[in-house]
């Protein structure tokens, strides 16, 4: 996006106000359904061999469209805030046509099609928003470079945020003496301590639709006052075919290996999100660990406030140890996860080893995207993000999906899922992901040495 005219930018304080509700409002809606609907779709009655995976797959596909669309259609044809504001309307209709789709007494499941169509509808429109919003506050911070951080922080805070309503709204109020009758501490800990279970809160759960969706209209009408930020015309033909050039930076080996590791370590990122709600729940809706249904959102938000922790390190923890051993830490705390799932499914190892998410995305996904930004030649380096971004929030995830519902019918016994062998495949695969960079990832020690597009020319292809 083309920076708009100074007299046409809100100033300063005035201006990070509007761009950090827009992040806050951008990830709450992602937040709000996410974690807790891997939970609640599944007991909708749709089957583990291709409608579950295509119905979380719409995200990913999603993904896609974004690669293309936003970055070579929406952002040189529309104002930035107005194609915001659209995306949003029709995201968030689709949203609440989720809501209203339920499965009927005595249906085997919930009617497929619509709700999968719904899903899609919001997914195409939604994901593109995510680097949309990005563009509007590049390109309207005068300062990115150090204002950027800040702003962004409250996308963190609006997806953990998203949680923190469930923790009322799945609470069994039968159980909860009448306010007033008791001291407000007992109260509230009385509140807090007791969860619906069941089809009483498989009721309650669908919520997660209306509350994303109402976020989403919330943000189309905000993106309305939103700085203007008008589209930026393509420089010249050469700009559709960057990823194209992009790809072909396979052809060195420590980037294809990077490439490979991304795509296992999303799929195992997704497979925590498939899994972990669920097995962390109470046990009367299937789960392990026994955690009452309305604090699993808030147990799964740790990582993110670990990951706003670890992010502040993450320039220290990369001049320290470089970049192999940064990738290799963030891969191994998917496995040190999954391991302590499956041989210690107990409260407080399950619920504490949640903060190395924030070891998990700052220093493998985070550290991927600045490698791109350090490495990658100027002219592609914008289509070298998006195809990371691809594996990422993807090809890696919609792997994952069928993989996952591939497995939990394999394991399940009686009807009970078996947790420890799904776990021990995730674990496995991150392990496998470590010992590829180990041995494998060796990018030249320095930006200064002969850049890609001189090594492209006498660089043999890779085997």
Not at 330 to 338: C, D, E, K, P, T
Request: proline share 6%; with cysteine.
């Amino acid at each position: 996006m083309t920076a708009p005219a100074a007299n046409d930018v809100p100033k300063g304080g005035a201006l990070r106000l509007k761009l950090s509700i827009m992040f806050f409002f951008q990830f709450f809606i992602w937040g709000a359904w996410f974690e807790l609907g891997f939970d609640y779709i599944p007991k909708l009655g749709f089957n583990n061999d291709w409608q579950l995976p295509l119905i979380f797959g719409a995200f990913n596909v999603g993904a896609l469209v974004a690669l293309f669309f936003s970055t070579q259609f929406a952002d040189r044809k529309f104002a930035a805030e107005k194609f915001l504001a659209l995306s949003h309307l029709v995201g968030g209709l689709a949203m609440i046509g989720l809501f209203y789709i339920r499965r009927e007494p005595g249906a085997e499941s919930a009617p497929f099609w619509p709700f999968f169509l719904l899903m899609l509808l919001h997914s195409v429109f939604y994901v593109p928003t995510i680097s949309i919003t990005n563009s509007i506050a590049f390109a309207n911070l005068r300062n990115p470079s150090q204002d950027f951080g800040p702003v962004r922080l409250w996308g963190t805070i609006g997806w953990i945020t998203a949680s923190w309503p469930f923790i009322f709204i799945l609470v069994d109020w039968a159980k909860v003496p009448a306010f007033g009758s008791t001291g407000f501490v007992d109260w509230l800990g009385k509140a807090l301590g007791s969860s619906l279970a069941g089809e009483p809160a498989m009721a309650l759960k669908a919520y997660i639709f209306l509350l994303s969706g109402l976020a989403s209209l919330m943000l189309a009408a905000f993106s309305l006052i939103l700085p203007h930020t008008p589209p930026k015309p393509a420089t010249s033909d050469a700009d559709s075919l960057a990823w194209l050039k992009a790809m072909k930076l396979l052809r060195h080996p420590f980037v294809l290996v990077l490439f490979l590791v991304t795509f296992i370590d999303a799929a195992v990122h997704q497979s925590f999100f498939y899994w972990t709600f669920t097995f962390l729940g109470p046990k009367a809706d299937g789960g392990v660990v026994d955690i009452p249904a309305n604090w699993v959102g808030p147990v799964m938000k740790i990582g993110q406030i670990a990951e706003i922790v670890t992010m502040l390190f993450l320039g220290y923890v990369l001049k320290t140890f470089g970049w192999r051993t940064t990738m290799i830490i963030g891969v191994l705390g998917h496995a040190a996860r999954f391991a302590v799932f499956a041989y210690m499914p107990e409260q407080y190892p399950a619920i504490l080893i949640n903060v190395v998410h924030g070891i998990c995305y700052a220093f493998f996904f985070a550290t991927v995207y600045i490698f791109v930004d350090e490495y990658f030649p100027k002219d592609v380096r914008s289509s070298a993000q998006g195809l990371f971004n691809v594996l990422i929030l993807g090809i890696g995830p919609f792997t994952a999906n069928f993989m996952c519902g591939r497995l939990n019918g394999i394991y399940t016994v009686d009807g009970v899922l078996q947790y420890p062998s799904l776990f021990k495949y995730s674990m496995g695969a991150a392990l496998l992901g470590a010992v590829l960079l180990l041995l494998f990832f060796h990018p030249k020690k320095s930006v200064d040495q002969p850049s890609f597009s001189k090594v492209e020319e006498d660089a043999p292809p890779v085997a």
